[in-house]
């Protein structure tokens, strides 16, 4: 089952806060982040583990509440280069340690001047 | 590192012809990935090998899709006849694998266009 973003799209000044959420109705066993920019690949960003380890960028954080199924991507100060799509991958119980993920929709950020 | 290289970049052919897809991982990663994207259905996983071994392929389409590791070092996805549905970027990834969990490295992908 596909994890749900949202929101699906948010358009932000330079320096302002922005949060793109995650939601799984399965149990999780790790969530990770990507972004990716127009024409290109997707770039890693940041790993979540059951458990509370993280592993990833410096100047982006993250949550994960494994109870609730969700992880929750933090940007702040936002910069221009922040532009892009971000897209959460969750490795389900099941499928953990195969880093079998399955990735949301995506969430398409712009940022302005 | 050279990173994850894909080959051919785009690759535009007519529906029924055979397409071939090339990826080679980074050195030492023992997973790889493919994956498609659409606007429609965005990021989907295709199969996953490790060590060479196709662990799950459960997200392959249908019988027209077959992937191939035969060492590791190259991977191979095939479409045999394509159709123009097939039409998609296709990704490939790789990460260390194994016991601990890692980041995928995603390859620059192929652009498939079936006319």
């Known amino acids: 089952q596909q994890p749900v973003q949202s929101p699906q799209a948010v358009i932000l000044r330079e320096g302002e806060d922005a949060v793109i959420n995650c939601s799984s109705s399965?149990?999780?066993?790790?969530v990770h982040w990507y972004r990716q920019k127009h024409g290109e690949a997707p770039v890693f960003l940041m790993i979540?583990?059951?458990?509370?380890e993280q592993k990833g960028h410096d100047k982006i954080s993250a949550s994960f509440n494994e109870k609730k199924q969700q992880s929750s991507l933090y940007l702040t100060a936002s910069q221009l280069s922040y532009s892009g799509t971000y897209f959460c991958?969750?490795?389900?119980?099941?499928?953990?340690?195969?880093?079998?993920?399955?990735f949301g929709q995506g969430t398409t950020l712009q940022v302005k001047p | 590192d050279a990173g994850v290289i894909q080959s051919p970049r785009h690759e535009v052919t007519e529906m029924g012809q055979e397409v071939t897809l090339r990826c080679k991982p980074i050195?030492?990663?023992?997973?790889l990935f493919w994956y498609r994207q659409t606007m429609m259905r965005g990021l989907e996983l295709l199969i996953y090998?490790?060590?060479?071994?196709?662990?799950?392929d459960s997200g392959m389409p249908e019988d027209r899709f077959s992937a191939k590791m035969p060492n590791a070092s190259f991977s191979t996805l095939k479409i045999q006849p394509s159709e123009p549905r097939d039409s998609a970027v296709y990704f490939c990834?790789?990460?260390?694998?194994?016991?601990?969990?890692?980041?995928?490295?995603f390859g620059p992908g192929t652009r498939l266009t079936v006319t």
């Open positions: 991958g969750t490795e389900s119980m099941g499928s953990s340690n195969t880093g079998k993920l399955i």
């Open positions: 090998f490790n060590n060479n071994v196709p662990i799950d």
């Open positions: 399965k149990a999780l066993y790790s």
């Open positions: 990834a790789s990460s260390l694998g194994g016991l601990a969990v890692h980041e995928q490295y």
């Open positions: 050195s030492g990663h023992n997973s």
């Open positions: 979540l583990l059951k458990g509370g």
